[in-house]
């Protein structure tokens, strides 16, 4: 086994095993997966530099994503810095300093300054999950490796979900279920943040289902015999895992992981068929059966689901959102250039927190991911962050239409990426860090097969590559 090969696989591990402690979700959890990740591309690193093996592709392919993504960390760590001009401060602090009389003033951008240090921890640990992803996602080997991996987890822990649930335990591994009480939410505590993973989990094997089922290309004749073969060996287990996912989402009751999981779908359908990966005959068709199957299996299984999508207010929820995007959006005019600290959303959000808001407890997230990203980082900074993603996205959507071949990888990457920016409106999935780590890696696959080894990339065959 060479180096990259072994350090390939233990990046599957890690990102695999994340949903295991509660979506990785605790400090101990994501702290212990920053770690592990942050030495694998240390130790991968150090291979690189001492000829041990090589980096399959060139920097300069990543320059555009690691100048913004770097300018965002960057960033980030100055918000903790009592170093920048106090009238950048939050203003918590120069208050804090004149109550206190303190003749040497003390403060910072973030209002926070330890959650925006474990916050960068986290964003880098992402980071590093992305790099990886597309140095060793290059060789397509790998690239259907990881795909095939992030479909049999999601199979697994959609089992085990199904196997709670119906046996009716109310139970996270060995904890006591304190949330979600009647939801499938596996080895997440919430259900949208399981049911956004099991939706990556579904374009994976769905994606994986319709590449097994490619036309033949020209030249190419296929016999009835291989073709039965592909049907049944290749191509059906995906399709009945997707279903084994499909149920689970619909038990987890999350109406937003479950209308922007047909919105990825649909996105994955259209670069599929862009991509000439299917027919469009084929594709209008499967999408068809996909609609009859899904609406089918709404009405058989998804009660609760129906109700929760007919109702325009559960329970006070939705307002409730409603008004708090208000007091973010109120947070961001007041701070649009510096922000108020990565992570810091929490402390900063109870300076606007008011009688709208009738719901008892701590906002720890603003269920709206790109409102919260902008509230913590400002707006230049949020603008780098999202270019990096846009350069990434663009890049996937040329590999869907250019390249010749592989261009599955570029359409999942896509695909996972309009389910959890969409999500992100309504949720916070995408804070998850199982969640993170695995869009990452699909992200980081994606990109690396988004171009072809005609474009000058580097793709000299060298032994310590494979």
């Not at 994976?204 to 039965?228: D, K, S, V, Y």
């Not at 990203?373 to 400002?378: E, F, R, Y």
């Not at 920016?421 to 990452?440: C, N």
């Not at 699909?442 to 171009?451: K, P, R």
């Amino acid at each position: 086994m060479t180096a990259n090969i072994f350090v390939f696989r233990l990046l599957l591990a890690l990102v695999l095993l994340a949903p295991l402690p509660l979506g990785a979700n605790r400090p101990w959890a994501w702290s212990l997966l920053a770690l592990t990740l942050g030495g694998l591309a240390g130790f991968w690193s150090l291979m690189v530099l001492t000829g041990r093996c090589r980096a399959p592709v060139a920097v300069t392919r990543l320059t555009p994503v690691v100048v913004l993504f770097g300018l965002t960390l960057g960033w980030a760590g100055l918000q903790t810095s009592p170093l920048l001009p106090v009238a950048w401060w939050h203003p918590l602090w120069t208050e804090s300093v004149t109550a206190l009389g303190q003749s040497v003033p003390f403060g910072a951008v973030s209002l926070d300054p330890e959650r925006t240090l474990t916050a960068i921890m986290r964003l880098t640990s992402y980071g590093a999950v992305f790099w990886l992803a597309v140095q060793l996602g290059r060789d397509r080997d790998r690239a259907h490796e990881a795909l095939v991996a992030v479909s049999v987890a999601g199979l697994l822990y959609a089992v085990y979900g199904l196997t709670v649930h119906f046996a009716d335990w109310e139970r996270i591994l060995w904890l006591k279920k304190w949330a979600y009480t009647g939801d499938l939410t596996a080895s997440f505590v919430n259900r949208n943040a399981y049911g956004a993973y099991a939706g990556l989990g579904m374009v994976c094997c769905i994606a994986l289902f319709l590449r097994a089922l490619r036309p033949a290309r020209p030249g190419e004749q296929r016999r009835i015999a291989e073709m039965t073969e592909t049907v049944l060996v290749q191509a059906a287990p995906y399709l009945v895992a997707a279903l084994v996912l499909a149920t689970a989402l619909l038990l987890s009751h999350s109406r937003g992981a479950f209308l922007c999981t047909g919105l990825a779908l649909m996105v994955l359908m259209v670069a599929m068929v862009a991509g000439k990966i299917i027919r469009l005959r084929s594709g209008l068709l499967l999408a068809t059966i996909m609609l009859v199957v899904g609406g089918g299996a709404l009405v058989m299984s998804g009660d609760v689901m129906v109700k929760r999508l007919s109702e325009t207010s559960s329970s006070g929820t939705d307002e409730g959102r409603i008004n708090a995007y208000r007091l973010v959006q109120l947070a961001i005019l007041d701070a649009p250039w510096t922000g108020n600290g990565l992570g810091a959303f929490s402390p900063a959000f109870r300076m606007y927190r008011d009688a709208s808001l009738s719901e008892k407890g701590e906002w720890e997230y603003a269920h709206d991911v790109h409102l919260e990203t902008a509230m913590d980082l400002g707006l230049p900074a949020t603008a780098a962050l999202y270019g990096a993603f846009g350069v990434i996205v663009a890049a996937c959507v040329r590999g869907v239409f250019k390249r010749r071949r592989d261009q599955v990888y570029p359409a999942v990457a896509l695909a996972a990426a309009v389910l959890l920016a969409a999500h992100g409106v309504v949720d916070f999935s995408a804070q998850m860090p199982a969640i993170a780590v695995t869009l990452a890696l699909l992200l980081g696959v994606g990109y690396a097969q988004s171009w072809s080894s005609r474009d000058g990339a580097r793709t000299t065959r060298h032994p310590a590559d494979s």
